[in-house]
T-cell receptor
Framework: LAKTTQPISMDSYEGQEVNITCSHNNIATNDYITWYQQFPSQGPRFIIQGYKTKVTNEVASLFIPADRKSSTLSLPRVSLSDTAVYYC??????????????FGSGTRLQVQP | EPEVTQTPSHQVTQMGQEVILRCVPISNHLYFYWYRQILGQKVEFLVSFYNNEISEKSEIFDDQFSVERPDGSNFTLKIRSTKLEDSAMYFCASIPGQGATGELFFGEGSRLTVL
């Protein structure tokens, strides 16, 4: 399984755009990139998933360059409630039923007023 | 919206006691997982389960741990003889099936405190 590397922590202010980058140099051809959000004492929650280029939903955007060795989660206009830990995972959706999805250390985002 | 439910939300036990943590995955999901998270640390994979058998397990999931799907709805994690270091949040998760997005649906967790 591809190993991921993320910054340990980031700080931002309300209303700013936050970009969190994840490195996954040994991503496999069939792997997708998925981001989860976790609040204290809660289970992780799916945010967004992509394979290449750009994906956008109502919560975030995910940018994936052509070589797919990294990805960037973009949170537009963050609020205090976006303070959480963000995890980048890499894996093959066709394989996840059999194999573990492994969480890295995640990025702790702190949003200040 | 369907959700994964876990019970109990918090359990306190004495070292050496057996603990059973229960999960009800989303009804049409086929793959089930247990993860744990020691306070302040990352989410760690324990075990995956499909078709009534373990698909994969981590080094953490030793002989003290077992999983079971006794009745087609509940998915349980048993710790036979708890140790202090088993104190953690335990999360159950499920996936609809292969070929889906692979999105893990997590429960709210069971906090285990071993004294």
């Amino acid at each position: 399984l591809a190993k991921t590397t993320q910054p340990i922590s980031m700080d931002s202010y309300e209303g700013q755009e936050v970009n969190i980058t994840c490195s996954h140099n040994n991503i496999a051809t069939n792997d997708y990139i998925t981001w989860y959000q976790q609040f204290p004492s809660q289970g992780p929650r799916f945010i967004i998933q992509g394979y290449k280029t750009k994906v956008t939903n109502e919560v975030a955007s995910l940018f994936i360059p052509a070589d797919r060795k990294s990805s960037t989660l973009s949170l537009p206009r963050v609020s205090l409630s976006d303070t959480a830990v963000y995890y980048c995972l890499v894996g093959d959706p066709m394989d996840t039923g059999r194999r573990a999805l492994t969480f890295g250390s995640g990025t702790r985002l702190q949003v200040q007023p | 919206e369907p959700e994964v439910t876990q019970t109990p939300s918090h359990q306190v036990t004495q070292m050496g006691q057996e603990v059973i943590l229960r999960c009800v995955p989303i009804s049409n999901h086929l793959y089930f997982y247990w993860y744990r998270q020691i306070l302040g640390q990352k989410v760690e994979f324990l075990v995956s389960f499909y078709n009534n058998e373990i698909s994969e397990k981590s080094e953490i999931f030793d002989d003290q741990f077992s999983v079971e799907r006794p009745d087609g709805s509940n998915f349980t994690l048993k710790i036979r003889s708890t140790k202090l270091e088993d104190s953690a949040m335990y999360f159950c998760a499920s996936i609809p099936g292969q070929g889906a997005t692979g999105e893990l649906f997590f429960g709210e967790g069971s906090r285990l405190t071993v004294l």
